[in-house]
């Protein structure tokens, strides 16, 4: 994969990559298109669909999330992890931020602990683990939960919560059914901060990133 295949769509991010970060986001992608053809970690396949789909769908949350996560060293939760998306990109991108992958199928969690070593990224954590069974020992642990293409808006800020500090913030990465979802949510627990489209470079796709607080606090 080129470097101009690459910044075709990142360049116009204005996210400033390094030539190292290109190069750590190319050897991410090279290796789940290795691991794909056995283990199949995404339904999505092909070079130029990778890089626009996943790789470039990731990173498109980072100025968003820049702006709300003020502290120099958040922790982050992302949840339904699968192949490592968005939480892989964003910690290349961001080094000085914590995020712990939380995935229950554990040939998935291989893939993520491979690609933990191969990047040498020591900023992450895998945790082969349904998310109901972290939130007993992590309870308020997070400064944020994020997600993408993991389940329904209502049912990810329920498994959210409890990871949670109380000033906590969910990502949540959606598509044009945002709306819809967003009707299922009881506005009495959850406040809507933010609603901000993204835009995928040279892909005609509909996508949004919903920023959400809660309303309640986790009982004592």
Known sequence: MSNDLVSLGIEELGLNLSPANIGDLELFLQEM???NRVHNLTAIEGEKNSVR???????????IMRQFLTLKNPKIADLGSGGGLPA???AILQPEWHLTLIEAIRKKTAFLQHVRGKLGLQNIQVMTERAEVVAQSQAGRFDAVISRAFTNLAHFLELSFPLLKSDGLVFAMKSKRADEELRDVCMDDWRLV????LRIPNLEVDRRLLVLSPMRKLPL
Do not use: K, M, Q, Y
């Open 33 to 35: 298109g290795r691991w």
């Open 88 to 90: 892989i990109p964003i």
């Open 53 to 63: 789909l996943h790789l470039i769908d990731s990173i498109t949350v980072l100025p």
């Open 194 to 197: 933010a609603d901000e489209p």
